[in-house]
């Protein structure tokens, strides 16, 4: 870890809901709830929250993850723990 | 309300609460008929899109000949589970039927469709082991592997592509991996492409299960379901399904090598723990099964309504998704207007199901509509009108 920047994670992240929901990078918000907004079920957040750890090579906490609800949540979850 | 309902509960009580004070709450509603094009629903009788009986096999005469037979023989139900007094000679003969028709060693059949995902999973993988799941796949798969203790990952729907990247990237963390998919899915009409699937599975040394739940009888020359569509019978290493669709009755099955089936029988919970399929219904299920051979004309005049109901919908106006089969969803596209849409063609006549968040995201709210070789042309032609009249009055066309 250490030299990913921030703007690298939020980059990395958004191309990863943006395929997974279909949506190009700009249109989504960082304020995007999982569910309500971008309609993931169970299934696919886990599968956005699995690609973006294994981009960059850690195990995140399962109880920790499964609070997250909005794309920000995330992106502040991941600058936490990889920077 | 009942301390059994917790607080996230009440929340969704709360909106079906509101959907009965609208009047547009249509899950459920009371039955007075067989399955047939049309059905009788809360006291009249309506054209009925909202079965799967796809071929019309539930109120066939040969086949209610086969069940009031059995009945006769073997009574109400057979009183145990398959492992103990529930395989009778019929269940054996039904098995060594569907083993023949998909070209496999064996045959289990199981309670219902639901548990034959979840025991064919089951049998399959556990934990160490992974399954990688099409992001549209049936509910019962999702369970399946969650029952199984494997991990799951999903990739997007239909997207072989984004398989083959997901496959590379897991394969080397894995004992086991399974690709599942639906044959057809229950919600667009579409299908699995087999042909770059089995490709896929072979490079990377996976295994693939498939659900033939919405194929069998509707797809392929002969109405042998994917692989017969896409002439590969060995494509698949496992293939389960239903009876709830092809013969519009209840009962699932699952086929593949005899050693897989075996071990299957003696460590499936879904199938040891669960009173077998009554006598009367695999009969009726196995009559079926000849009836997709001596009378084609069932599954030709279902493909035919199928083009004829597309087209019909597409000059309305209506957006059909990638739909090619007897699913077809009509998308509305949000879940205020599906469930006025759905109750507006209800009172004209027209029987149907609302799909909406959270069985699909809400931007892709749904009528769900599954066409029946027995509908008439008068009866297409009747929802065309209907759905016209409120697809305009709505602003959705």
Same mark, same amino acid.
């Given at each position: @870890?250490?030299? %990913?920047t921030? #703007? +690298?994670?939020?980059k #990395?992240?958004?191309a990863?809901?943006a395929?997974?929901?279909g949506?190009?990078?700009e +249109?989504?918000k #960082?304020?995007d709830?999982?569910r ?5 079920d169970?299934?696919k957040? @886990? ?8 981009m960059?090579?850690? #195990?995140?906490?399962?109880?920790? %993850? @499964?609070e997250? +609800?909005?794309?920000?949540e995330v992106?502040?979850?991941?600058e936490?723990k990889?920077? | ?7 996230p509960?009440?929340q969704?009580a709360?909106l079906?609460?509101?959907l009965r004070?609208?009047?547009i709450?249509t899950?459920?509603?009371?039955? =007075?008929?067989a399955?047939a094009?049309?059905?009788?629903v809360s006291?009249?009788e309506r054209?009925?899109?909202? /079965?799967?009986?796809?071929l019309?096999?539930s ?8 069940v ?6 073997y009574g ?10 529930? =395989?009778?000679d ?12 998909y070209e496999?060693?064996?045959?289990v059949?199981?309670p219902?469709?639901y548990?034959?995902?979840?025991g064919?999973i089951?049998a399959?993988?556990?934990?160490g ?5 099409d992001?549209?796949v ?5 369970d399946?592997?969650t029952l199984?203790?494997s ?5 997007l729907?239909?997207?072989t592509e984004d398989?083959? =990247? ?5 394969k080397t963390k894995?004992q ?13 009409g579409d299908?699995?492409d087999?042909?770059e699937?089995?490709r896929?599975k072979?490079?990377?040394?996976a295994?693939l299960?498939i659900?033939?739940a ?12 994917l ?8 494509a698949?290493?496992v293939?389960a399904?239903?009876?709830s669709k092809?013969a519009?009755?209840v009962?699932?099955f699952?086929?593949?090598p005899?050693d897989?089936?075996?071990?299957l029988r ?5 199938y040891?723990f669960?009173a077998?399929?009554?006598p009367m ?7 079926s099964?000849?009836l997709?051979?001596?009378e ?7 493909w035919?309504n199928? /083009?004829y109901f597309?087209k ?18 009509l998308l ?12 507006m063609?209800?009172?004209e006549?027209?029987y149907a ?7 699909v995201p809400?931007?892709e709210?749904?009528i769900?509509l599954?066409?029946?070789a027995t509908h ?8 065309f009108?209907v759905f016209?009249?409120?697809?305009k009055?709505?602003g959705?066309?």
């Amino acid at each position: @870890m250490g030299t %990913v920047t921030a #703007d +690298q994670i939020r980059k #990395d992240f958004l191309a990863i809901i943006a395929k997974l929901s279909g949506k190009k990078p700009e +249109q989504l918000k #960082d304020g995007d709830r999982f569910r309500e907004d971008l309609g993931f079920d169970s299934l696919k957040s @886990m599968e956005a929250i699995s690609r973006i750890t294994e981009m960059y090579d850690f #195990d995140p906490d399962l109880d920790e %993850v @499964m609070e997250l +609800q909005t794309i920000i949540e995330v992106i502040k979850y991941l600058e936490k723990k990889l920077i | 309300m009942s301390q059994l309902v917790s607080d996230p509960m009440k929340q969704q009580a709360a909106l079906l609460s509101m959907l009965r004070k609208e009047n547009i709450y249509t899950y459920s509603l009371e039955v =007075t008929s067989a399955c047939a094009n049309r059905i009788v629903v809360s006291g009249k009788e309506r054209i009925n899109f909202i /079965s799967n009986n796809y071929l019309g096999f539930s109120t066939h005469p040969e086949v209610l000949k086969a069940v009031r037979k059995a009945l006769d023989k073997y009574g109400l139900g057979i009183g145990g589970s398959p492992l103990a007094c529930g =395989t009778t000679d019929i269940h054996y003969r039904l098995q060594e039927k569907i083993a023949r028709l998909y070209e496999r060693e064996a045959c289990v059949l199981l309670p219902s469709g639901y548990q034959a995902l979840l025991g064919s999973i089951q049998a399959t993988i556990g934990k160490g082991d992974v399954a990688l799941l099409d992001s549209l796949v049936h509910r019962s798969i999702v369970d399946g592997v969650t029952l199984s203790g494997s991990d799951k990952r999903m990739w997007l729907h239909n997207d072989t592509e984004d398989l083959a =990247t997901l496959l590379e990237r897991v394969k080397t963390k894995y004992q086991r991996m399974l690709v599942i998919v639906d044959s057809v899915y229950s919600m667009d009409g579409d299908w699995a492409d087999l042909k770059e699937l089995y490709r896929l599975k072979e490079e990377h040394g996976a295994l693939l299960l498939i659900d033939e739940a919405h194929s069998l009888g509707v797809l392929g020359k002969r109405g042998y379901g994917l692989p017969d569509h896409f002439n590969m019978p060995q494509a698949p290493d496992v293939i389960a399904g239903t009876f709830s669709k092809f013969a519009g009755a209840v009962g699932g099955f699952v086929t593949g090598p005899s050693d897989f089936i075996d071990h299957l029988r003696h460590n499936a919970s879904a199938y040891i723990f669960s009173a077998s399929i009554p006598p009367m219904t695999v009969a009726g299920v196995y009559r079926s099964f000849e009836l997709l051979d001596e009378e084609p004309q069932w599954r030709e005049r279902l493909w035919d309504n199928i /083009s004829y109901f597309l087209k019909g919908l597409k000059e309305i106006g209506f957006d059909t998704g990638p739909s090619r089969t007897a699913v077809v969803p009509l998308l509305i596209r949000d879940m205020e207007k599906t469930m006025t849409f759905n109750k507006m063609i209800f009172d004209e006549g027209v029987y149907a199901s609302p799909i909406v968040h959270p069985a699909v995201p809400p931007a892709e709210s749904r009528i769900r509509l599954g066409v029946m070789a027995t509908h008439t042309k008068e009866d297409l032609d009747r929802s065309f009108e209907v759905f016209k009249k409120v697809g305009k009055k709505l602003g959705i066309i």
